[in-house]
């Protein structure tokens, strides 16, 4: 802080600035002349159109505390209303929209399939909401009904295969003890129970 004292003490800007040459001190003079006219001009600006940007900020509060039928009423009755108004109107319509929705969609997942179909069946026109809810539970019944098929045909599969396995170890058995008897265990193997006396 001391060398801050000392030189403005020393008079070093004056003789720094007497050494500079003439085209530069006429580029920092008209720097800081333009440079206060921009702020002069700012702030002249600021103060002409602040009562304008409050009276936004005016019919913007008075729009929240409008009542939206009342607003409805003006609109319809050709009555000059602030874009305020219009906005909060429109926010407020938005929101009533959404919530009709929602509650749609509520009441559409709220319903089982039975009662949709019906309501289909009796030619009672169903929401968009609705026709949607429908097609996804049947989507899910024929995603479940391929599910069990496929799981049945590997179930089989896996039957026929575990036979087919049976059949070939006792061939291979019965070849290896070289007694010969592959058709009476053919016949044990695929005739029922009893059909041979026990065989």
Do not use: C
């Not at 002409?48 to 939206?68: C, I, N, P």
């Not at 039928?69 to 909060?88: P, Q, S």
């Not at 026709?131 to 496929?150: D, F, M, V």
């Amino acid at each position: 802080m001391q060398w801050i004292f000392s030189f403005i003490a020393s008079n070093a800007i004056v003789q720094t600035w007497q050494r500079l040459w003439f085209a530069l001190k006429a580029a920092l003079v008209l720097g800081a002349v333009v440079f206060g006219i921009s702020e002069i001009t700012q702030q002249s600006n600021h103060a002409l159109f602040s009562y304008g940007k409050a009276a936004g900020e005016g019919a913007a509060g008075e729009a929240q505390v409008a009542d939206t039928a009342t607003t409805k009423r003006e609109i319809e009755g050709g009555k000059e209303i602030t874009g305020a108004k219009r906005k909060m109107l429109a926010e407020v319509e938005a929101q009533a929209a959404q919530g009709e929705k929602t509650r749609a969609e509520a009441n559409a997942y709220a319903e089982t399939e039975a009662q949709l179909l019906a309501k289909k069946t009796l030619n009672i026109p169903l929401t968009t909401t609705e026709e949607l809810r429908l097609i996804e539970i049947q989507g899910r019944r024929a995603e479940a009904t391929q599910k069990i098929a496929a799981a049945s045909a590997a179930e089989a599969q896996a039957k026929a295969d575990r036979q087919a396995a049976e059949m070939s170890s006792k061939i291979m058995e019965s070849i290896q003890k070289g007694d010969g008897d592959i058709w009476g265990m053919m016949i044990q193997m695929f005739a029922p129970k009893g059909l041979f006396n026990g065989r």
